[in-house]
């Protein structure tokens, strides 16, 4: 009888559990989807009667927008969870809240993606669509923008939106470049437009090493790295030139074909640019990967040579704790391979970067590829751009909040650099140093919220530490001989090809591998004919001919 | 085991189906739990495989998205390569299964035959230690032990004076040091399974051999393994069940991507991952667990179907 009774109370403990937890989340979900869907109405009605207003009253009338209601606004943006930074982000993020509820009463909470597996965690979080998040950071080119308006994970923006609640970013950003964040006839995004920087890739690399090679213009080409690498191999014995963490294979491998070619990629597609056009013929779909053999076959010689002189480890491929430029910061790597944007970081004395103290003769100096040929192509201005997600429950305080924090100068500057006088100082020249007592463990703002979706060179206080005599010249230079990103307008289709893509992008990352880090059995001649069939096996002609027909469709 | 003793005492099929409610209504009280949780669990979200078959929208859901047919499955068709990730997924899995469940019982009757106590349990936890480490650890580990500039192996080899040894670029090495490192890993847990059957096998049979005059190995070929082959049988249905899907931790934290290891360690799953973090499309992810599944499926009913003829008392169901 006892046993029963135990028995009976074990099992009725469980089934209330299991019951308690099954009902609570479904009217959970319920209540959810519930105020989700009638919120969507709500904002459906406010549009349309709040666009009324505006068109009747001809204008954005600020009167009309009904902000009763204290809202907060959360903003997606990718970065580490701050640790260090935490204290002084809360009082920034309390100060500029201040301003946000007096304006439009609302605040505005970070949500932070880490770095760790970023794209599909933030994929994720904007396919559950729960009002998780309002507005959010993203790039057509390095976080999935396109596919996800696609996939309906963004609110469309409508002009009188964009006009009611966001006026002055709508007024800011030219109509040619809103044609450039629209799909399908929609605008999904509000773009990065107004904002100098350089995200072309290339190697930084040590100037003052280089010069003592017999390299004194620096690495001005492939074969000049191969020098370079030689001679730090033999001369400072105990680093590892580059100790790449083995992920470098697109970058490398496009960088080769850009100095080596007039190609101009288009973004977005496939990682590493697959295809393209080129300068001559920008609107005939080609892939020099596979056409070009003769180039491809000089790629897998010389990276078999760069890996014969030891510039990277020899199982590089699962070396992924490596990080070459913290390595480079302190002075115990030779090179990074990144973008300009990292090196304008790297060639200036900030307080991280301490081999410049303890190194007066260092110098980082940049080789960008497409630097032999010229081939410099300006960046898409929606490398940086802000959606609204369409799970959003309050779009449109979203985008007031979003239009303070691009355009009003006190919010940008908070939300930028932090608290003055704690975080930043302006000088005399008028631009931003560290103020004394300055930790960049603790008050580093700028690290912190890495608000990269709406910077804003109108508001841009210059940062005093960046070496900015080298990096103007840096600039000067691509201004001279670039070619602006010319298929902003492009957006694939890809439903039907996207299982070909997937598979060109598997094949074409496998053998890059092995290519890029000239880690193949067997001639290079023989490890290129392999790539260049099993690509074909794996579709590229058909995804060439696809994209061919789509561009006629667009540019014909 | 408790199979057979239940269905002697079955009575005639005479009974309805609330009869039978009413007269087991203890046991159905205590199953209760496990069925709830299977309902919730795993026949709940059923419907869900519907996304294989949509072009998933996140707006319109699984239901409202546009319906595609096959669409899904065709990337793995069209990789080319379904045939070699099945067929390294099956060998891996064959071979953990076989190998792992050898070691486990092997292990078992050692621990059994062992009579210092003390020793027993510290040999047991030590063998059970290695479950509880992260995969990401395990990669870790295999990395600094075996790679080529400064791995503990090479370490030893270099200064015997022998030449270094290169497995990140030699894929015929890793199905081997896969599987020891699986076998390292679960023996531990795998053999407590085992051990526990031998503890319940019914001490006067033992006794009774002895007397017979049996000595330990005939103890062991005649009164344990056969004691163990119900046990045995069942595990193994279980895992045959699971033979098309691979153990995606394992193999991603050891390999990683390092593609040229790819002809003998890529499985459906490492396979999939990579292709579909790119454009990061639910339906494709779940039109391959449907296609492992099938297969899973496919599996365990011919397994048990086989079971049945060569020992009824054995199968499943």
Redesign the interface.
């Known amino acids: 009888m006892k046993r029963?009774l135990i028995?009976?109370f074990l099992?009725t403990t469980?089934?209330a559990g299991?019951?308690g937890c099954?009902s609570s989340e479904t009217t959970s979900t319920d209540s959810g989807s519930t105020d989700s869907a009638a919120s969507a109405t709500e904002t459906k009605t406010d549009n349309s009667s709040d666009s009324a207003a505006s068109a009747d009253s001809g204008s954005t009338d600020s009167a009309a927008i009904d902000t009763s209601e204290h809202v907060v606004i959360t903003y997606m943006t990718t970065g580490d969870k701050p640790t260090g930074t935490q204290e002084e982000l809360d009082k920034v993020m309390a100060e500029l809240n201040k301003i946000l509820t007096e304006k439009v009463n609302a605040e505005l909470d970070i949500y932070f993606i880490e770095w760790t597996d970023y794209?599909?965690n933030y994929?994720l979080t904007?396919?559950q669509?729960d009002g998780t998040v309002d507005l959010v950071g993203t790039a057509s080119d390095w976080l999935?923008a396109w596919?996800n308006a696609?996939?309906?994970?963004f609110l469309e923006l409508s002009e009188d939106m964009l006009k009611t609640y966001a006026p002055q970013t709508w007024a800011s950003v030219p109509a040619e470049n809103w044609e450039l964040c629209k799909y399908d006839g929609e605008i999904y995004l509000m773009p990065e437009d107004n904002y100098a920087q350089w995200t072309n890739h290339g190697y930084i690399y040590r100037m003052d090493w280089a010069k003592e090679a017999g390299l004194t213009d620096g690495v001005k080409s492939w074969e000049d790295l191969t020098t370079y690498w030689k001679h730090v191999k033999s001369t400072y014995t105990d680093i590892i030139p580059w100790d790449s963490d083995?992920?470098h294979q697109f970058q490398m491998a496009s960088g080769w074909v850009a100095s080596h070619s007039n190609f101009v990629p288009i973004d977005g597609l496939?990682?590493g640019g697959l295809w393209g056009g080129t300068k001559d013929d920008l609107y005939t779909i080609t892939s020099p990967f596979v056409e070009n053999t003769e180039m491809m076959v000089e790629y897998a010689k010389l990276m078999k040579e760069w890996n014969e002189i030891g510039v990277w480890?020899?199982?590089v491929?699962?070396?992924?704790?490596a990080d070459a430029r913290a390595d480079f910061r302190i002075g115990r790597s030779a090179a990074d391979q990144h973008h300009t944007q990292t090196w304008t970081d790297l060639c200036s004395a900030t307080p991280s970067n301490t081999i410049y103290e303890t190194d007066e003769d260092a110098e980082a100096g940049f080789f960008y590829f497409g630097q032999e040929t010229g081939n410099v192509v300006a960046l898409s201005i929606t490398h940086g751009a802000m959606a609204v997600s369409?799970g959003s429950e309050n779009p449109e305080r979203a985008l007031m909040v979003y239009d303070l924090i691009r355009n009003d100068p006190e919010c940008y500057r908070l939300f930028n650099y932090g608290i003055e006088g704690t975080s930043y100082e302006i000088d005399e020249n008028g631009l931003r140093t560290t103020p004394e007592g300055f930790d960049s463990e603790k008050h580093n703002i700028n690290g912190t919220t890495n608000y990269w979706w709406g910077r804003n060179d109108d508001l841009e206080i210059k940062d005093a530490t960046r070496n900015w005599d080298a990096i103007d010249k840096l600039y000067a230079e691509y201004d001279s001989k670039k070619i602006n990103y010319p298929y902003g307008q492009f957006v694939p289709d890809?439903?039907n090809i996207?299982?070909?893509?997937?598979?060109v992008?598997?094949t074409h990352?496998?053998?890059m591998?092995?290519i890029s880090y000239g880690?193949y059995q067997g001639t290079a001649e023989e490890i290129v004919a392999e790539y260049q069939e099993a690509m074909k096996?794996?579709?590229i002609d058909e995804v060439t001919a696809e994209l061919q027909r789509q561009f006629d469709e667009l540019y014909k | 085991m408790g199979k057979t003793k239940v269905k002697e005492v079955k009575p005639k099929s005479s009974l309805t189906f609330f009869q039978k409610v009413k007269r087991y209504k203890t046991l159905m009280l205590m199953c209760t739990p496990a069925i709830l949780f299977f309902l919730a669990f795993s026949y709940a979200p059923l419907p869900g495989i519907y996304v294989a078959f949509v072009k998933y929208n996140y707006r319109d859901g699984i239901f409202g998205s546009k319906f595609v047919g096959l669409k899904n499955f065709e990337f793995l068709w069209d990789s080319g390569k379904l045939l070699d990730l099945t067929s390294n997924t099956i060998l891996y899995n064959l071979a953990f299964i076989i190998l792992g469940n050898v070691l486990a019982v092997f292990m078992a009757i050692l621990l059994n035959e062992l009579r210092c106590k003390w020793f027993k349990k510290v040999s047991q936890t030590m063998m059970f230690l290695p479950y509880f480490i992260s995969q990401v650890l395990v990669g870790i580990l295999v990395y600094n032990l075996l790679n080529y500039d400064y791995g503990f192996v090479n370490g030893m080899l270099t200064s015997l004076g022998r030449e270094k040894w290169g497995p990140y670029s030699d894929p015929n090495v890793w199905p081997v040091i896969l599987v020891i490192v699986y076998l390292w890993q679960q023996t531990g847990y795998n053999s407590v399974v085992y051990f526990a059957s031998i503890m319940g096998i019914d001490a006067e049979i033992i006794e009774a051999a002895k007397v017979d005059g049996a000595n330990g190995f005939q103890k062991i070929r005649y009164i344990i393994l056969p004691s163990l082959k119900p046990t045995i049988v069942i595990l193994l249905l279980f895992a045959l069940g699971g033979i098309v899907k691979g153990n995606f931790g394992l193999f991603y934290n050891i390999i990683g991507s390092n593609s040229l290891l790819y002809s003998t360690t890529d499985i459906i799953e490492t396979f999939v991952y990579r292709a579909t973090m790119v454009d990061f499309n639910f339906s494709t992810a779940s039109a391959v667990g449907l296609y492992q599944s099938v297969i899973g499926f496919i599996m365990v009913i011919t397994c048990n179907w086989i079971v049945k003829k060569i020992e009824p008392d054995y199968s499943l169901f």
């Open positions: 029963k028995a009976l099992a469980m089934v299991l019951a099954g794209l599909s994929n904007l396919a669509m999935d596919p696609k996939n309906g994970a083995g992920t496939s990682n480890k020899t199982d491929l699962n070396n992924t704790s369409a890809v439903d996207q299982s070909y893509i997937n598979n992008n598997e990352n496998n053998y591998k092995q880690l096996a794996a579709g």
